[in-house]
């Protein structure tokens, strides 16, 4: 998904071109952009037609063009990546390796700020953990290295055919999906390796480094969504995963401005008694999922 990235797309769109993995099909949607992105993306699609260019004619939003990629997408795995980061050259290589050695439905990895490490010149050597989907989900609300977001990730596709991004939701809407997603998955793999490239920067399509607003209301909705998939048997992890997204959001209210924190003191006690109250329990539940 791309919304005026034209300082960062073409980078974005050649960490892809250039991986040492070429069987697959890069979707690019534009979604309404004003500046030159659109002109750099058919560029480099003029040039390489494993590049397919999709195009809403205004802005939808990053959850809308997910999934008009995922609808128009016909392979049997996908991942995605934003307009503003960068894949190692051995990403897809990666993800190939594992799937053929274990089958997995999804494979988890890590992400990295770092840009250096695009410059690796070597295939890097894979350690591979399975996963049960009772394992993975426990692992999941615990946040222990299955993380919630959309990158660093593969997908098998079959298993997401009635999973999509929430259009309502423009904020914690990476770890709704991927919650849902693992309620369809048998066989999960984790690999302790960076294959994506996170770009720390302002103004971007994920609203990152922004202060508290009306956004982060949605992190009530992530955690209202994942209480009610969740089985009774694995419920005490529920409150782990809501100690954990309150502290995040606690620690983004207190960095924001008094604007801010006048305007959502009401959320903020919320979260803060809540993580006052439970966090000897929460300790004691999360300390061996």
């Known amino acids: 998904p791309v919304y005026n990235s034209e300082r960062y797309v073409k980078e974005?769109?050649?960490?892809v071109l250039n991986q040492n993995f070429n069987d697959f099909e890069l979707i690019v949607i534009d979604d309404g952009s004003r500046d030159k992105s659109l002109d750099i993306i058919n560029t480099l699609a003029s040039h390489d037609s494993r590049i397919k260019v999709l195009i809403n004619q205004e802005q939808k939003g990053v959850s809308f063009s997910r999934?008009?990629?995922l609808r128009y997408c016909s392979n049997s795995y996908v991942l995605f990546l934003d307009s503003d980061d960068l894949l190692p050259h051995y990403a897809l290589k990666t993800y190939y390796t594992v799937i053929k050695k274990t089958n997995a439905d999804i494979v988890f990895s890590k992400l990295s700020t770092n840009m250096n490490k695009i410059r690796a010149e070597v295939q890097p050597k894979i350690h591979i953990q399975l996963f049960n989907q009772y394992k993975a989900i426990k692992y999941y609300l615990n946040f222990r290295k299955l993380s919630g977001y959309a990158g660093a990730k593969v997908y098998r596709k079959e298993i997401l055919s009635n999973t999509f991004f929430m259009e309502n939701v423009n904020y914690g809407e990476d770890g709704i999906f991927n919650y849902a997603a693992l309620q369809n998955a048998q066989i999960i793999a984790y690999i302790d390796?960076?294959?994506?490239?996170?770009?720390?920067?302002?103004?971007?399509?994920?609203?990152?480094?922004?202060?508290?607003g009306i956004k982060n209301l949605n992190s009530f909705k992530q955690i209202d969504f994942i209480s009610k998939r969740t089985p009774k048997i694995l419920k005490k992890y529920v409150n782990v995963?809501?100690?954990e997204i309150y502290n995040s959001e606690i620690q983004i209210y207190e960095e924001s401005g008094k604007d801010s924190k006048i305007k959502f003191s009401k959320e903020f006690k919320k979260m803060k008694k809540y993580c006052d109250s439970y966090w000897l329990y929460t300790f004691l539940v999360s300390i061996n999922p």
């Not at 974005?12 to 960490?15: C, F, L, Q, V």
């Not at 390796?193 to 508290?212: A, E, H, K, M, P």
């Open 12 to 15: 974005a769109i050649e960490s």
């Open 67 to 69: 999934n008009r990629g």
């Open 193 to 212: 390796l960076d294959t994506y490239i996170y770009r720390v920067r302002n103004g971007s399509l994920t609203g990152r480094n922004s202060g508290y």
């Open 241 to 243: 995963f809501r100690f």
